[in-house]
């Protein structure tokens, strides 16, 4: 898909399965899928209007044909392992680097190390130790994945069925974290009379997600605690304990702090169910051979609940009593939808084709939620017990209920088709949507779409090429379409009955009427509209061995729906219409088959797409806008870390320029009376880290942008990119005598990754004793121990410990506060990437064969997922962008890579099998 000019919470593509809109792909087995088509220009999605805003991805299930009933069973077993590992510091270099940090921080840290460490003598002896894997431990689980399909489909000349029923059980890297589907679709349709068809297609779908990953939200596992826990535990991993000895107050503290990142993440134990009952049909009715009226109608019933429990041990429970609490949402969907359409086609002469369509459509979505949350549970039930027996609880319990605004939306729709000669072809569409998420007066949008194309490849001075050339079609197109994916109840205020802090007689709380919008209402809000330009050349060489397309496309969106930081009572934020954006780009498709031959193929496909965005303009004529990604929250100096600028791209990562470390020239001499270093005249001084070591040789330094001898908020600039130069994949695929084989390959390049865990990573973020990345070693980073442990002050021995012949590359990670993170440059890597996908190679029993054993087929197969990839990026991938803890403008701060769920090495074992 291509890139989106807007930039809401929401930029999904519709999709449009056997002819109906589906609210999730989740309901579709990948078995079950015949095709899938891709719709970009708003010529070609137009019809769709507002939903297809972003694009339209058209699925085609596989279907009877009537005839023998046949029978398909495919199935896979699957097992993964982390991709990649990161190199942190080993026992040794961990014990030293926190003894420096003890030392660093006075007598009382530097006894508390030695009660947990040894003394300083000692510490050689951590080189014979092996450190916890906490990576093994967080991401080792053993994964068996399996998936089962079942097909049977049938009928006769009138009448035709198709059942399908799939299950998946796809596990995690991380224990207790898996998927679990059920998926069931049936299909009928049947010709009732020549002029009269019906269809009535039924997707179920149960998917049960467990274990709540490691994503960036508050108060949870992370993929940074994998580098950050201690490498080695200290003393305490040298003695066995003896549980009868010790009291049950003892016996907790000591398992709590010995507890495994695996046995931390149990503490935060969470399952999503989502259960969807989906039922559409249509009836077609030729009222004349020429014209034709279609009504097809949809109904479905979406079931969520997510339980989340949290141990004593979590930071969360600390907040209550300390006893776990548990919380319980359950929300309901109903989403309804009907259309009608007249089709009418008609010839005038022998070379003009009409092709005239009209239709009106409404479709509406209406949710409730029901909220538990309870604390005070007994730390030896579990969570299926909580959830059993809400009763038990023993403190605090909250309920409350919801239901949603509607979201309706009606449509008015009509296109018209011409063609001449086959040669010449000319399209028309409009469309009006009008949307219950606007006021009244600014509900309706108006979307027209044009379209042309010249089968070139028929004219007559091309007669003598058809040896060679097989294909040659001009395509141009420009079209409108609207966005309304914003949340309901924008543009008005809305209220929720509340019942915290307010106790009154008795002790007991009294419910209350309160706003219920998180932003200030907008009644001006309108419809966000994207105008696009396209133009297309479709070509063939010999007989379609060699085809493909070149796109070439002009997009601007314009009344961008945004949410915008504001000063108002009782609100930070509202959603505006604001600003422009614009997206240019080409898009080159090849493919080829390069041998066709009975025993042997072989064929290739690439390509290739090249995107420009641009931020026309933003609101009242105001030059930036600044957003913050928030994987650190308030932590983060400056805490704005993108910035949306006019003319230029979205995705700018906003922070300091990294200028290595102060070296003992910046400093003219040492006070040891104040502990202090005197800086050079000249030299800009820093006092916004926090650091434990001050402003020194050694600590991380900035550049002075505005010279003013301070760095401070006002030295920030942009350090990075998000958007990619281009994006494209190719593959390779092929037959001999039974066996086939692909190969497919992807590729970003230019883009640019804001490594949120190598910060975090790199210094003592929110961690005792913290754990670093190998580079961190004490080879590589600047440091004031000397071979006696003490702390080096003198200007010249630092010189000669760090600098010159043996100068560090990085700085002391003691630069920083616990809790201070400064984006900068030096975290901004080259995302670009080379990956072999996927590789496959399968076998084909012949049909001879398995004709024998009563198969029409039989295949068995192999796939490797994830196999290899060449880029320059330290983290676990370079395919990320975290959205950060739920914001809703993370389309404004794409390119984060924080605590994301890293990928996996797959071996995929499959069978095809039709009787």
Sequence with gaps: ????????????????????????????????????????????????????????????????????TQVSYNAFVQTKKLSKRLAVLDPYQYVRLNYELAALSGSDALNSFTKTFGVYGDLDLYKYQSGHDWQNDMFGSDVISDQHNLTITGGDQKTKFSLSTTYNKDGGLMQSNNYNRFNTYFKISHEISKSLSVNFNTRISNTVVNGSGSSGA???????????????????????????????????????????????AAQYWKKTATRTFNFTGSVDWKILPNLTYRVEGGYEFGFNEVKNYW?????????????????????NVNTMRLANTLTYNFKVGHYHNFNILAG?????????????????????????????????????????????????????????????????????????????????????????SVA???????????SNTKDWLSNLKLRI??????????????????????????????????????????????????????????????????????????????????????????????????????????????????????????????????????????????????????????????????????????GQPVGLMYGWVSDGYYTTNDFS?????????????????????????????????????????????????????????????FGFNGTFHGFDATLLFNYVYGNQIYNANRIASSQQYRVTNPNMLAYMNENNRYTYLDANGNIVTDLATLAQMNEGANAKQYWSPWSFGNASIVPASWAIEDGSYLRLQNVTLGYTVPAKVAQKIK??????????????????????DPEVSTPIRGTSTSGLTPGVDYSAYPKSFSWTFGVNVTF
């Design 1 to 68: 898909m291509r890139f989106s000019g807007s930039n809401t919470s929401d930029n999904t593509h519709l999709y449009i399965v056997d002819g109906f809109p589906v609210s999730s792909l989740n309901a579709i087995s990948p078995g079950d899928i015949q095709s899938i088509d891709v719709l970009k220009d708003a010529s070609s999605t137009a019809i769709y209007g507002s939903q297809g805003a972003n694009g339209v991805v058209i699925i085609t299930t596989k279907s009877a044909q009537g005839g023998k």
């Design 218 to 264: 508050t108060y949870k596992i992370r993929t940074s605690q994998a580098v950050t826990s201690p490498a080695v535990n200290g003393l305490s991993d040298m003695v066995t304990i003896d549980p009868s000895t010790m009291t049950d107050e003892e016996l907790q503290q000591w398992n709590q702090a010995h507890m495994s990142l695996t046995q931390q």
């Design 311 to 331: 141990g004593a041990n979590t930071t969360t429970a600390s907040y209550v009593d300390g006893n776990p609490l548990v919380d319980w949402t359950k929300t």
């Design 360 to 448: 009106q459509e409404l479709n509406s979505a209406l949710s409730n939620q029901n909220y538990i949350y309870a604390t005070g549970f007994g730390t030896d039930l579990t969570p299926e017990k909580i959830f059993a027996n809400l009763a038990l609880g023993g403190a605090t319990k909250n309920v409350s209920s919801s239901v949603s605004d509607p979201n309706n939306l009606s449509s008015y729709f009509g296109r018209a088709d011409y063609t001449y000669k086959d040669k010449y072809l000319l399209s028309a569409t409009f469309r009006a949507d009008g949307s219950s998420r606007f006021a009244p007066e600014n509900q309706w949008g108006y979307f027209p």
């Design 452 to 462: 042309a194309a010249w089968r070139i490849i028929e004219e007559p001075f091309l």
């Design 477 to 646: 197109s420009y079209g409108v379409a609207g966005n309304n994916k914003i949340g309901s109840g924008q543009f008005a205020k809305s209220y929720s009955i509340q019942s915290t802090k307010t106790y009154g007689l008795g002790d007991i709380q009294n419910n209350y009427w309160a706003t219920a919008n998180t932003q200030l209402p907008n009644r001006n809000l309108k419809w966000e509209t994207t105008i696009t330009q396209n133009a297309g050349l479709d070509f063939g060489f010999f007989k379609e061995k060699i085809n493909g397309t070149l796109e070439v496309y002009n997009n601007t969106t314009k009344d961008l729906l945004i949410e915008i930081p504001i000063v108002a009572p009782g609100y930070s934020t509202t959603m505006m219409n604001v600003g422009q954006t614009s997206n240019k780009g080409i898009e080159l498709t090849l493919n080829g088959s390069i041998l066709q031959a009975k025993e042997y193929t072989f064929g290739a496909t690439f390509n290739i797409s090249f995107n420009k965005s641009n931020v026309e303009k933003l609101a009242n004529g105001i030059a930036y806008q600044q957003y913050a990604s928030g994987w650190a929250g308030t932590d983060s100096k400056g805490v704005y870390d993108y910035r949306v600028v006019v």
């Design 669 to 729: 001499s040492f006070d040891a009376s104040t502990g202090k270093y005197v800086l050079k005249d000249g030299v800009p001084t820093v006092g916004m880290l926090g650091g434990r070591i001050g402003v020194r040789p050694g600590t991380a330094k900035y550049k002075d942008l505005n010279n003013d001898g301070v760095i401070d908020d006002n030295d920030r600039t942009v350090i990075g990119r998000a958007a990619p130069k281009f994006i494209g994949g």
């Design 855 to 876: 198969m029409t087929q039989f295949r068995v197969y192999c796939t490797l997922n994830n196999v290899w990839i060449l880029t320059k990026y330290s983290g676990y």
